[in-house]
T-cell receptor, first 112, second 115 residues
Framework: RKEVEQDPGPFNVPEGATVAFNCTYS??????FFWYRQDCRKEPKLLMS???SGNEDGRFTAQLNRASQYISLLIRDSKLSDSATYLC?????????????FGSGTQLTVLP | DTGVSQDPRHKITKRGQNVTFRCDPI?????LYWYRQTLGQGPEFLTY????????KSRLLSDRFSAERPKGSFSTLEIQRTEQGDSAMYLC?????????????FGSGTQLSVL
């Protein structure tokens, strides 16, 4: 089983739609969680951290479910510019705290 | 531009040749990481430096790969006797120490093609 798993998609949604991605992790001792965004042929960029209580940044909401070992990203009122690959990142203490593990990414295409 | 810079952007080489990539992190960041990414996959951890010390190296990293960060600033990643399976995007990232240390800033990467 992979340490971090994501549905690869692709998710094709119309503008204005709400879309949600999940990411599961295998190490129950994982401590920190993030979502990164990667545009085609570009480097990953941090989108948002994921806090235990859940957090929101504009149209984006991230949630953590420790019991079920997954994190989620919800995008409301999707825009064409949201089209990208979304990578979840998990940090577990068993390795180096700096050894972030990336999921394979979920591809989103927002259609006009 | 004070972001992470990588050189070259693209490298085409023949199997068996050696290649070296350079990464210049954000100047105030003392942590530097190398990742490798292939199409349809997320970045895969290769190695990590704190200042000039290489603190961790992936078990997946063969002995053909070596990385250095001699003065705690820029870093180089060398691949000896390249194989076609080494073809990938090699990404460098940096982060500060302390608060925010887990938030990585990536360079644009070096795309390696081994023919």
């Amino acid at each position: 089983r992979k340490e971090v798993e994501q549905d690869p998609g692709p998710f094709n949604v119309p503008e204005g739609a709400t879309v949600a991605f999940n990411c599961t992790y295998s190490n129950s001792a994982s401590q920190s969680f993030f979502w990164y965004r990667q545009d085609c042929r570009k480097e990953p960029k941090l989108l948002m951290s994921v806090y235990s209580s859940g957090n929101e940044d504009g149209r984006f909401t991230a949630q953590l479910n420790r019991a079920s070992q997954y994190i989620s990203l919800l995008i409301r009122d999707s825009k064409l510019s949201d089209s990208a690959t979304y990578l979840c990142v998990v940090i577990a203490p068993s390795g180096s705290a700096r050894q972030l593990t990336f999921g394979s990414g979920t591809q989103l295409t927002v259609l006009p | 531009d004070t972001g992470v810079s990588q050189d070259p952007r693209h490298k085409i080489t023949k199997r068996g040749q050696n290649v070296t990539f350079r990464c210049d992190p954000i100047s105030e960041h003392n942590r530097l990481y190398w990742y490798r990414q292939t199409l349809g996959q997320g970045p895969e951890f290769l190695t990590y430096f704190q200042n000039e010390a290489q603190l961790e190296k992936s078990r997946l990293l063969s002995d053909r790969f070596s990385a250095e960060r001699p003065k705690g600033s820029f870093s180089t990643l060398e691949i000896q006797r390249t194989e076609q399976g080494d073809s990938a995007m090699y990404l460098c990232a940096s982060s500060p120490s302390g608060t925010g240390s887990e938030k990585l800033f990536f360079g644009s990467g070096t795309q390696l093609s081994v023919l």
